[in-house]
């Protein structure tokens, strides 16, 4: 069969093989994860400034905390710690886990430490309403303010970070866009955060 | 320019006569020595925390890629 000169360049053309492009190595380190890592930098300023405003505050008061205010429920809480220290460890379980590709078993435990960390909100959230009976607001003076404000700023990250892990435990395994482990991490990672500055605000603001 | 003058006089006045206007700065409610230590011990706590953080994450990013290569 005789073939025009055109057909000819579009044969030669089609059996040019490109030049293979050196593949990039993988990152060992996620973007999600340097990116979460930032954040969490710009999250430790943000609690150090408070516990410095707290202990500058603090300093300058004769009798701390100021005479007719309410104690705080020192037990309570140190359960409270060890609820959310719990829920860090399991956490970290699941994570193993999940490395594993075990994903049923690493959802289910998942989905406990979530619940360890909705306990504490719910528990915090009763003392709230337990120190407001006694008196304790945001106005009713320094030691409340600066109360509120602190614990407050921790249990509103508490509830961004649950929120966003339940949403990944919805979607972990799901048939359709799912988050595989590796882009759970980084939420794992601020839950970490959440867990690991509480205890060091529970002891600055209730037990000293 | 004597006015100018009186102005300055006054406002010098008024910070001798009435310090409760100097003390009314947000840092200045107390002159404790407590209050000076805690100043300094936040300030060096604040100055050298970013550092350590970000020296802390640009070693454990290196040792990351370190185990790759």
């Known amino acids: 069969m005789k073939t025009s000169s055109s057909q000819s360049v579009l044969f030669a053309t089609a059996e040019v093989s490109l030049p293979s492009q050196p593949k990039r190595a993988k990152s060992p380190v996620s973007n999600g994860v340097v990116g979460m890592l930032i954040f969490m930098v710009t999250e430790t300023m943000f609690f150090a400034a408070l516990i410095s405003a707290y ?154 | 320019m004597r006015k100018k003058q009186l102005v300055h006089f006054l406002l010098f006045l008024n910070f001798i006569l009435a310090p409760g206007i100097v003390q009314a700065c947000a840092v200045c409610f107390s002159g404790t020595e407590e209050t000076l230590e805690a100043f300094y011990v936040t300030t060096i706590f604040l100055t050298l925390l970013p550092f350590v953080m970000l020296a802390s994450i640009g070693y454990w990013l290196y040792r990351q890629y370190q185990k790759v290569q």
């Open chain 1, 55 to 208: 202990l500058v505050i603090r300093a300058g008061l004769e009798e701390w905390p100021p005479w007719g205010q309410p104690r705080l429920p020192v037990e309570t809480t140190a359960f409270n710690t060890v609820v959310l220290l719990a829920s860090g460890l399991l956490m970290g379980y699941s994570r193993a886990l999940l490395q594993k590709n075990n994903i049923q078993k690493g959802r289910r435990w998942l989905g406990i430490s979530i619940l360890l960390g909705a306990f504490f909100l719910i528990s915090q959230g009763y003392e709230w309403l337990q120190l407001i009976k006694f008196g304790l607001t945001v106005s009713s003076s320094v030691y409340g303010g600066l109360f509120y404000l602190i614990i407050g700023a921790h249990g509103f990250h508490v509830v961004g970070t649950l929120a966003a892990l339940i949403y990944a435990w919805n979607r972990l395994g799901a048939y359709e866009n799912p988050v595989t482990p590796e882009g759970l991490f980084p939420f794992q990672l601020l839950w970490y955060f959440v867990v690991c500055v509480w205890p060091i605000l529970y002891v600055l603001v209730y037990l000293t």
